[in-house]
């Protein structure tokens, strides 16, 4: 079974559509940096905290073109074996990828949600997430509810 890292992006999408609970029951052992911690503010109980030092050789690395949730996020999942990254942004989504960690993004969490019987339709989540100021071109909703079937 894969460990499964979430970057700050996801826990801000899902808590402003009141929508925690969909990434508490898709991945029950959710991971997160102190980093991400830091940014997102008052944590559920239910996330697990795990520490990058700050003085991490490719967590400095990454702080160069990245913010800290996103280089911390990155720097945790290179340290597991068989590691999923939830990451948003593109340039942490292409860092993520030339260091060989797995990624997923917040709305591709939808898809697995459905698919675990997490979530009925990701077209409805999807629409919250749109109420948002979360930016979702017209490209990727397609691809995303292609994925899901619907």
Known sequence: MKVVIADTSCLIVYDKIQ??????????????????????????DWLNISIIEEKDELYLELLNNLGRGEASSIALASQM??????????????????????????????????RKGVIVSVREALSKIE????????????????????
Do not use: C, M, W, Y
Request: charged share 30%; proline share 2%; glycine share 8%.
């Open 81 to 114: 074996k068989n590691s999923l990254l939830i990451i948003d942004e593109k340039k942490g989504r292409i860092a993520a990828l030339k260091h060989g960690i797995s990624i997923i993004g917040s709305l591709g969490v939808l898809v697995e949600a459905k």
């Open 19 to 44: 929508r925690l609970d969909i990434l508490r029951k898709t991945f029950p052992e959710l991971i997160i940096t102190q980093q991400v911690g830091e940014e997102f503010g008052t944590l559920p």
């Open 131 to 150: 109420e948002t100021n979360f930016r979702v071109s017209e490209s990727i909703k397609k691809k995303v509810l292609e994925k899901a079937g619907e």
